[in-house]
């Protein structure tokens, strides 16, 4: 009885085995039924096309005032009165500070009752000269009177006509009348002396009441060239110096202005080796601005500047560009953003983002559908982006068509049906290329991987 029940089981069993085994094979047959009935993948494509792109690059800047000058006395003195608004636009040579005058008004009246005592000096020193002059000519004239007389006695003493003591006496009146002119030859040098000595102490008076007239000019403190002013640092009645070490206010010239912006040196290095190696040629040197709230400023600048060393403590290069600012929009100090076109890459093409994938070691590809409407698989290089779309540079040639919606549902050597991508952005040509305002809209050097969410809204966007 034990043996017929078992056996019973035992049967139930295999019966139940042979059932299961029989529906599996039902449901796979089943399966690959429905897999030769399902009809092929449908995806959309874009067809590539290799043109010029230009290689926008994005830096964070800082504004810089055009030119700066730290305002300070050259008088010692009492601040009167404050002669501009602060924060206000000043011209230079505007007054800004008046000095009290009181010192330097004393100044100038001395000077110009020293210039005068030195002019009356200087004519009284002519005057004499002119004495002195006559007075060697009256000279002069006596010693030739006693030349002739000398000369006419030395024939009649030889005949004995006159005494030799009237010979000698004429030669002692020769002799004393030399030594007259020579006497007044020396009050001439000396009377001439005192002309130079009264024309230089008219030079001196002169230069003192300059001077005088300088530091009374300087009393009015001006403004050295145009711009806008800081907050002044003294009021009226605070005492001054020549040179003193703070200033009293501070003028920034505001238009032009720069921004400063960074670029690491190896960014530099590899951009200058893409040139040399003519993989990119050099770009434009026209600057686009984005503002702290999101803005574009209305105006393009241009490429002032690129130091030509590297600030060890960052590894970085400076870049100046200089903007108009007629508007004074920008203020010194604002941070903002700069789009500099620094190179224009050829032969390369224009895909969208979702076209992009990355492999698990960081590189990126592509699919793209071949001649028998089959999914291959293609390794692409990527050199940032360009409104929106990555810049391939290599791994792609003219009429490839790269999937763009729909790689996400296909595999390598998979058929598919092929639709064109409606409204795709095709690559900007050389001679069609957009303008720099719209060229430097977009910009991204690092590629980053593919985003299923992109994908979905692109696909969302077709339909």
Known sequence: MKHSTL??????????????????????AGADAAQQQMPPAVVNVQTVTLDTVPQVQTFSGRTTAYQTADVRPQVNGVIDEVLFREGSNVQKGQPLYRINTDNYASSVTSGQAAVQQAQ??????????????????SRQAL??????????????????????????QAQTQVRTAQAAVQSAAAAVGQTQAGIESARAGIQTAQAGLDASNLDLNRTIVRA????????????????????????????SRLDPIYVDISQSSSELLKLRQQIAEGTAQPGMNSVELILEDGSVYPVRGRLALSEAKVDESTGAVTLRAVFPNSNNILLPGMYVTARLTQSVITNAALVPQSAVTRTPKGDTQVYIV????????????????YNG??????????GDKVVVIGGSKVKPDQEVVVKPLENANPAPSAPNAKTPQQAAKTVDNKPAGNDDSNEKSTEAAAQ
């Not at 071949?370 to 982006?385: E, H, M, S, Y």
């Open 7 to 28: 056996a019973l089981v035992i049967a139930s069993v295999l019966s139940g085995a042979v059932l299961v085994g029989c529906d599996k094979n039902e449901d796979a």
């Open 224 to 251: 050295p060239l145009t711009g806008r002013t800081d907050r002044s640092s003294v009021t009226a009645g605070t005492l001054v110096s020549a040179g003193q070490g703070d200033p009293l206010v501070t003028i």
């Open 143 to 168: 010693l030739a009177q006693a030349q002739n007389d000398l000369q006419r006695l030395q024939g009649l003493v030889s005949i004995d006509a006159i005494s030799k003591q009237q010979y000698e």
């Open 389 to 398: 779309q990555w810049v391939v540079t290599d791994g792609l040639i003219a």
């Open 370 to 385: 071949d001649a028998n409407n089959k999914i291959q698989l293609r390794p692409v290089t990527i050199n940032g982006t």
């Open 120 to 137: 009356a000096n200087y004519q009284t020193a002519q005057a004499n000269n002119a004495n002195a002059k006559a007075e060697l000519a």
